[in-house]
């Protein structure tokens, strides 16, 4: 038996979801709702003391950590492969799922505060932001409350917004190349990469590739067809939350397209 | 014809090396001086534009990452297996590459360059690191000169005493850390702890017997002596061990071994 600990707003979350559908594998759901904290309940913390979404147990065997979970999933059911055969291309599928954890990852946490998150924080009003900004050592409280305020143009947004775009122009460059990131099929790299462009496209900012990235804007019309899409992806979003990063997003674009050029 | 780019004392070079030994593949070893800037000339940073030892290039195939070079070394030469044959020991062997990625690298990082390597750079060199990656570089570099009161010491060092707890209860399983298999789990984890011997905190083996066990197992195979122990930079061990030694009670305070 498979089951998957998970949440729809996870990016890691959704990348394991969508190796099990690519796969067509049958998995029971445990839903760990991260926003109330149920990533912290005892049980939980034994199977990933990390306290992070997703974990696998398949038969009894613990599995953590999204990239490896792909692996695991590609290595213990092979078909249909999702691994290239060729060891020049698996190379490149792994510095892409490394790059993701190394330099997407941390970016895109600080890209979705900057543009859509925070509004929640400053919607409680004044008491409540004075709270959440003090609720940090004092020594950090001066740039939290910077981050609350500035958005995208908070000098640590918007180096994580170019993180983004650098990473985005070397899609490009390798889509030029070969249909998919990884060669001449879908691979772990378009598994993990998935959640990540999904998350600029719920934030209204697909003018990042629209605009001048012809082959990734064509590769991510092929992988938003592929019916795993909608039922690994867009069936877990919480309701409203993408007509609110959609309206945020709006908001914020031209500053973003700013820091871009 | 497979050519190594590497520097003696990398840890994530040493990785690679011990890699190739353990598989017995010949291969031109080109060394980089990382003092003399080696790593950031034009032609180099063609095959590596981070500018990063090792980078392992096999005729026209360039692959950099050391981690991945080692996925690829098992990939495109199988005989003798580095990676478990089920799909749970891969996994296994995954997660524990993948620790040295997320922390234990950065940590192994602050904790040397805290208390030796800061040492060993003239004011010629600092001055152009902070040209060439501008003056947080510089602030980075004042913490690090604060050696064991760096405020992100205690923090790095934590993580590498967790690094030799975790390894011991993984070895009451077998041998090696993925059971009775030698994998690319061992081969990465050995310069890590090649790093604390040189730094003279073996004292974090005391209470951890099965990791001093399996690093004695690590450092009698012969790829170990051809691949690391002969290739020790003697001008470097003796900073280590001075600075490392006078470092020592304060690092025992701080991972609760005082």
């Keep these: ?261 | 014809m497979l050519v190594l780019y590497h520097n003696d004392m990398s840890v994530c070079a040493q990785k690679v090396r011990l890699c190739l030994a353990e598989k017995g593949l010949a291969y031109e070893a080109r060394h980089m001086n990382l003092r003399a800037g080696d790593q950031q000339q034009p032609d180099y940073l063609k095959l590596n534009p981070k500018g990063v030892v090792p980078t392992l290039v096999d005729d026209d195939i360039v692959v950099t990452e050391s981690v991945v070079i080692n996925e690829y070394i098992d990939d495109a030469f199988p005989r003798h297996p580095l990676k478990p044959n089920d799909p749970a020991g891969r996994a296994k062997m995954r997660w524990w590459t993948k620790q040295i990625d997320d922390s234990i690298f950065a940590a192994t990082g602050t904790v040397s360059m805290s208390i030796a390597f800061h040492h060993q750079y003239t004011p010629e060199v600092l001055a152009e690191l902070v040209r060439q990656r501008g003056e947080a570089y510089r602030r980075r570099f004042n913490l690090l000169q604060q050696g064991v009161n760096n405020p992100n010491f205690p923090d790095a060092i934590k993580r590498l005493y967790k690094m030799v707890v975790d390894m011991n209860a993984a070895l009451e399983h077998g041998p090696w850390l993925c059971g009775e298999m030698l994998t690319l789990a061992d081969i990465a984890f050995a310069p890590y702890l090649t790093r604390l011997d040189h730094l003279k905190f073996l004292g974090f083996l005391d209470k951890n017997a099965r990791t001093a066990h399996w690093y004695e197992r690590m450092r009698n195979r012969a790829s170990y002596r051809t691949a690391l122990a002969a290739q020790f930079n003697p001008k470097y061990l003796p900073l280590m061990d001075e600075k490392g030694r006078e470092a020592w009670p304060r690092v025992k305070e701080f991972v609760g071994l005082a």
């Design chain 1, 1 to 261: 038996m498979l089951e998957l600990y998970h949440h729809g707003t996870s990016v890691c979350a959704a990348k394991a979801r969508i190796i099990l559908a690519e796969k067509g594998l049958d998995w029971v759901s445990r839903y760990v709702d991260i926003l109330k904290g149920e990533q912290f309940a005892p049980d939980y913390l034994k199977l990933n003391p990390k306290h992070v979404v997703p974990t696998l147990v398949h038969d009894g065997n613990v599995v953590r950590e999204s990239t490896v979970i792909g692996e695991y999933i590609d290595d213990a059911f092979p078909d249909p492969p999702l691994k290239p055969d060729a060891a020049l291309d698996r190379v490149t599928m792994r510095i892409w799922t490394k790059r993701l954890d190394e330099e997407l990852h941390p970016a895109t946490g600080i890209v979705t505060y900057a543009i859509s998150h925070r509004h929640a924080v400053i919607a409680n009003g004044p008491a409540a932001i004075k709270a959440w900004v003090e609720n940090v050592p004092p020594a950090e409280q001066a740039r939290r409350r910077q981050r609350l305020e500035a958005g995208i143009e908070d000098p640590d947004a918007t180096a994580a917004m170019r993180v983004y775009d650098t990473f985005l122009g070397d899609m490009e460059t390798q889509l030029a190349r070969t249909p998919w990131l990884a060669g001449n099929r879908f691979s772990l790299a378009e598994v993990g990469v998935i959640p990540y462009i999904n998350r600029l496209d719920m934030l209204a900012l697909s003018g990042l590739w629209t605009e001048k990235r012809p082959h990734l804007s064509e590769w991510w019309q092929r992988v938003k067809t592929r019916p795993t899409f909608g039922t690994a992806l867009l069936k877990y979003v919480p309701p409203g939350l993408g007509e609110l990063m959609g309206k945020y997003g709006k908001e914020a674009w031209p500053k973003v397209k700013a820091i871009v050029q």
